[in-house]
């Protein structure tokens, strides 16, 4: 496999091998992933009082990894300013679209729904805000001060916005919605939650009038490669979700580390007859035939719930 990659890098020339790139340093760190503690009900609040508990019990996370549901996002017919509401679970939010970074609200309007207000500078500023002391940038910056040991704040993000795409008219460039015609290949697979959910959702589906796939995921992964060089050091993102021939001969001139599993499913640990928990026993597989441990490649973290918690791992 070495050799077949070395073989493609240098007749492709779309991508770079592990040992020509930088590897990020959480891959030697231990972590916290918040979705299953929040899911989408993200609140500044609980984050913090979660790195908190982490700290008070002596083992402080390194890094911090906010999953889906920070997001701004709402539904076609909704107003674009307003945040979708009861949002709890995951699915649902797969049929919505992006529509911000929260970080633009106003107050009023992000103290009414989950968003990103630094509770603790408004604490102490009496409620006074504006851009610079609230929304994302005041969140982080106000847990790195808290947080000593914190080096890195990960954020969801899919590629294209959010699961539904970017949101008709949060944004000024003009676009229209293009039913999706799933791919006879992928139609004759299993059947997907975020499959159905965004064939359900009808998003924004551009490439067919754009090149096709593989000229449009070009575009994707130049911009996306220029971004990580210009602003994240060069190698500072995990690619989640990402067991694809698009990611591993395109996505991969700058990233360093993927997923190389399915998702993790702890809910039930002895399977489920029903099939709705059947991806334990495949993540322990996936993991194994990818990175030669049934755990992980990469760093260890944890994925905090009231009820229990298991470890979860990424392959590099």
């Not at 996370?61 to 997001?71: E, T």
């Not at 194994?288 to 009231?306: F, L, M």
């Amino acid at each position: 496999m070495k050799e077949a990659y070395g073989a493609l890098r240098v007749h492709l020339n779309t991508f770079r091998l592990l040992e020509e790139k930088t590897v990020p340093n959480l891959v030697d760190e231990f972590g916290w992933c918040a979705w299953d503690a929040f899911y989408l009900t993200v609140e500044p609040a609980d984050v913090w009082h979660g790195m908190n508990e982490f700290t008070e019990n002596g083992v402080p996370p390194r890094f911090l990894i906010l999953d889906d549901g920070w997001q701004s996002i709402n539904l076609d017919g909704e107003n674009p300013d307003e945040d979708a509401k009861n949002f709890v679970l995951g699915g649902i939010q797969m049929t919505a679209g992006f529509t911000s970074l929260m970080n633009v609200r106003s107050l009023e309007n992000t103290l009414a729904v989950p968003c990103w207000i630094s509770m603790l500078f408004l604490k102490k500023q009496g409620f006074q805000a504006n851009r610079e002391n609230y929304g994302m940038k005041a969140f982080t910056r106000d847990l790195r001060k808290e947080f000593k040991g914190l080096d890195d704040v990960y954020v969801w993000h899919a590629l294209c916005g959010a699961w539904g795409g970017v949101r008709l008219g949060s944004t000024h460039p003009n676009a229209k919605i293009i039913s999706c015609k799933v791919s006879p290949g992928l139609d004759g697979t299993m059947k997907d939650l975020a499959v159905v959910k965004i064939v359900e959702g009808d998003p924004e589906y551009v490439s067919e009038e754009y090149g096709g796939r593989v000229k449009l995921a070009k575009a994707y992964y130049k911009g996306l490669t220029s971004s990580l060089s210009k602003n994240f050091g060069g190698s500072g993102l995990i690619s989640s979700m990402q067991q694809c021939n698009d990611f591993f001969f395109l996505g991969t001139n700058q990233i360093s580390m993927g997923r190389v599993s399915e998702d993790f499913w702890g809910q039930d640990p002895n399977g489920d007859p029903t099939g709705v928990y059947w991806l334990q026993g495949l993540h322990i597989v996936h993991c194994a035939y990818n990175t030669s441990r049934a755990i992980s490649g990469g760093p260890i973290y944890v994925s905090d719930t009231e009820k229990s918690r298991f470890l979860s791992s990424l392959g590099c």
